[in-house]
């Protein structure tokens, strides 16, 4: 069975450092690749997704992720974290095959980002 | 506005009652997902329907119930609510296998 792994439960971050949330998924076949973003409070939204193409993806608010095939990962980065960073990262994977829409979700990494 | 909208945000309800949580989108997406949220389990998975009158189990749909009879809703009921269904519930809709997300529910069962 399809499995999405987020290694970081909880990361606490001061304003300024770098971020790098890790994303590992099962599946042998192509597929697509979403970092969604839920800010306290608030609904999930859409931080940046991989199709196909150049494997280095940019999304809102300076996070970018890197799909590497070979090591199945799909590691989300951002250089400079700020205070509004805080909230919680989930990244879901989709087999590109079929019809069916189904993400499969990793648990979530909850980021706190100090000022 | 286009979107996607839940009602009621808030809801208290007692063990044993029933209760139903409405979605509605704008968009026309055919595919449409109903998950509850909890703290140490992620974002599971209801319930989805892929088109008007069809609907699947997901991952957790024990103690749930839904309808699709219009593209643009897509209730979900408890029929007779007990503890562990509380939770924040967030309904989902998908256009090419991107999903949009509603607001959230957060139900309190008492």
């Known amino acids: 069975a399809q499995s999405v792994s987020q290694h970081n439960h909880h990361v606490i971050l001061s304003e300024a450092a770098s971020l790098e949330l890790g994303c590992n998924y099962s599946y042998g076949g192509t597929v697509n690749l979403f970092w969604y973003v839920q800010y306290p409070g608030q609904h999930l939204q859409l931080l940046l997704k991989y199709f196909s193409g150049d494997p280095l993806v940019k999304g809102i608010k300076g996070f970018e992720a890197e799909f590497i095939k070979s090591k199945f990962s799909f590691n989300l980065r951002k250089p400079s974290v700020q205070w509004s960073d805080t909230a919680e990262y989930f990244c879901?994977?989709?087999?590109?095959?079929?019809?069916?829409?189904?993400?499969?979700w990793g648990l979530g990494t909850s980021l706190a980002v100090n000022p | 506005d286009a979107g996607i909208t839940q009602s009621p945000r808030y809801k208290i309800t007692e063990t044993g009652r029933q209760v139903t949580l409405m979605c509605h989108q704008t968009?026309?997406?055919?595919?449409m997902f109903w998950y509850r949220q909890d703290l140490g389990h992620g974002l599971r998975l209801i319930y989805y329907s892929a088109a008007a009158d069809i609907t699947d189990k997901g991952e957790v749909p024990d103690g749930y119930v839904v309808s699709r009879s219009k593209t643009e809703n897509f209730p979900l009921t408890l029929e007779s609510a007990t503890r562990s269904q509380t939770s924040v519930y967030f309904c989902a809709s998908t256009r090419e296998d991107e999903q949009y997300f509603g607001p959230g529910t957060r139900l309190t069962v008492t």
């Open positions: 968009w026309s997406h055919s595919y």
């Open positions: 879901a994977v989709k087999s590109s095959a079929g019809n069916n829409r189904k993400l499969i």
